[in-house]
């Protein structure tokens, strides 16, 4: 995982980012961000994780009570990282399910663990 440091930093003095998006699909936010990193870009953090580290074993305390936008292409994973994310105190989960590659990348459903901003069906869907 990279990029939660700078908000465990902001957290540490009283300040917050406005959200945080975390991005498990592979140079996500490079590629939104370019060279910029989210600190000089936008007022919502960008952590990235990989692939391969377990949702269990990651640590989101630092988005603790705040909202938390979750990228990923498999509809288990998403499952596994909102599950992660409230066992961590995280106040609001927005799941965003991708499918297709690069340029041809399209949202396939979203999730919401308020059941307010959600639509299509991310049971049994991944993308390769």
Avoid: N
């Avoid at 990029?3 to 957290?11: F, K, L, S, V, Y």
């Avoid at 945080?20 to 140079?27: G, Y």
């Avoid at 292409?73 to 961590?88: M, T, W, Y």
Wanted: charged content about 20%.
């Amino acid at each position: 995982m990279r990029g939660h440091e700078a908000i465990r930093a902001m957290r540490m003095v009283g300040a917050a980012p406005s959200c945080v998006w975390l991005h498990d699909v592979p140079a996500y936010t490079e590629h939104t961000s370019p060279g910029k990193g989210w600190q000089l870009s936008t007022s919502q953090a960008q952590v990235e994780v990989l692939e391969t580290e377990a949702a269990r074993r990651l640590d989101l305390r630092f988005a603790a009570e705040m909202t938390l936008w979750v990228h990923t292409r498999s509809a288990a994973r998403l499952q596994a990282l909102q599950a992660a994310a409230k066992e961590s105190g995280v106040a609001r989960v927005l799941g965003v399910l991708l499918q297709g590659e690069g340029e041809a990348t399209t949202v396939a459903a979203m999730t919401d663990t308020e059941g307010v901003f959600a639509w299509g069906e991310p049971h049994g869907q991944a993308a390769a």
